[in-house]
């Protein structure tokens, strides 16, 4: 257990650490576009999303975690997955190509047909792009990943900024997507060393197709729950509205990705080495979850306390209308984490089609009930948005309950703790600084009061999460010892 605790450990920290300095990456060229750019720029790229990340998902296959599954795994299999992904990529993009125009006429906006077929050459790209990432993913090379996902992010940044700045509008945005994904496959092809052959023996695929068929619709589902309400407000009101709801969602996806990320590189491995253990594999879910209340509720209703500021500090009074609709959403951010825990330990214990179907479900009811509240106005289809994300924890929870036994209120010891200090502390909070005019002071207040606050009340109550977690930062000694081992 203690190998097992340490590895999982080293894995949240490292985690942590890459996956903080691509957020960083991700924050500070968003912060230069978004001071160049209007909403409309972004609500223009806003409403292609979906459809490019649709159409990702298609064309990716789910190959990769097939690929990975898959005992021995040669050149037949890495070539047959190759052909077969660019074959359906541009099989796609053709059919996107001619559909643009409906696309331009859905959402009245006539330039959306030649940006469309501009854009949409990013997934095309990145789908020649599979075989190697799926090869970097077997074979565990993290670095080279990370190191790789780095220089993508500072090259293709690079680019949409200075096209920002010269004018070309949404058109830098879309071109920093395609740039990132084409700096992302020639990089894994150097990294990997390995290229196509020649060969069509398209037999291997048939061997992963079962599998990696439910992925691909349960990918898609869950892009559609990601991007549906984007879509709606696209559809009901107009572009600049998706620019505002877009900014946000950008910033509080910086939020809950981080905590995601850090986590989903050690939740299925940690999970599958305790998996015939149940006693076992229900302590270890516990803990983990505890970790993920601890982290995230305080990251993100603390990023919810502060959206006026951070918005108006980091990218002008220009997106004031965003900071109220980030607010809600990172209410709803704070709880994506824990969905996504209870997502992995389903998929660990092979029920990947309960996986699809729950997230199915999820994304049917959500359509129902944001266009049943359009009459309402948009707040309202904001709040039912929010509140049922968050009520969904309750339906993975049973699922999670009938494999490993998890009590209703075994879940709530776990993270109630956590979100109730969370909760009233930023709250609190709110009321005792709103009388600061100066947002750089109010800023500063807000993080100083919430954080130390936290810490210190946990530290008071005993809380063993926090003095494990700070114990494994600090304690030089300790790892010493550890790397030894």
Known sequence: MESLKEKTAKGLLWGGVSNGIQ???????GIFLARLLTQADYGMVGLLAVFSSIASALQEGGFISALNRKKEVGQQDYNAVFWFCTA???????????????????????????????LFLGFV????????????????????????????LIVSGIVGVTMAANGFAYWGIATQTI????????????????????????????????FSSKLVVTNVFTIINQNLFANLIGKFYNVHEVGNFTQANKWNQMGHTFVNNMLNGVAQPVFAKVDEDRDRLLR???????????????????????????????????????????????????????????????????????????????????????????????????????????????????FVHLEVGLRLVDMLHDISPYMLLAAVLTIGCHYLLEDVRNIYVSLFLKIVLVSV?????????????????????????????????
């Open 88 to 118: 359906c990529s541009v099989i796609i993009y053709l059919s996107l190509f001619m559909a643009a125009p409906l696309i331009a006429r859905f959402y009245s906006e006539p330039q959306l047909t030649s940006l469309a077929r501009y």
């Open 125 to 152: 790209i990145s789908s020649l792009n599979i075989a190697p990432r799926a090869m970097m993913f077997r074979n565990l090379m993290v670095k080279e990943n990370n190191l790789i996902t780095i220089i993508a």
């Open 23 to 29: 957020q960083l990456l991700n924050l500070a060229f």
């Open 453 to 485: 606050s936290y810490v210190v009340i946990l530290w008071a109550a005993g809380s063993v999460i926090l003095k494990e977690s700070m114990s494994y930062l600090f304690s030089k000694e300790e790892r010493s010892n550890h790397e030894k081992e």
């Open 284 to 398: 270890v879910f516990r803990k983990l979850l505890r970790f993920t209340a601890f982290v995230s509720f305080p990251a993100m209703f603390g990023l919810s306390l502060a959206s006026k500021e951070v918005i108006v500090i980091a990218i002008t009074e220009k997106w004031l209308a965003s900071a109220h609709i980030l607010s809600m959403l990172c209410i709803w951010g704070a709880f994506v984490p824990l969905n996504n825990l209870f997502a992995n330990l389903i998929i660990t214990r092979g029920h990947s089609n309960v996986y699809m179907w729950c997230t199915i479900a999820l994304c049917t009811t959500l359509l129902a009930a944001v266009i049943g509240a359009y009459p309402f106005g948009f707040d309202w289809m904001l709040r039912i948005f929010v509140g049922i994300n968050i009520g969904w924890l309750l339906v993975w929870w049973w």
């Open 179 to 210: 740039v990132y994904v084409s700096i992302m496959t020639l990089l894994s092809y150097a990294y990997t060393r390995w290229h196509p052959s020649l060969s069509f023996n398209l037999r291997p695929i048939q061997s992963m197709i079962g």
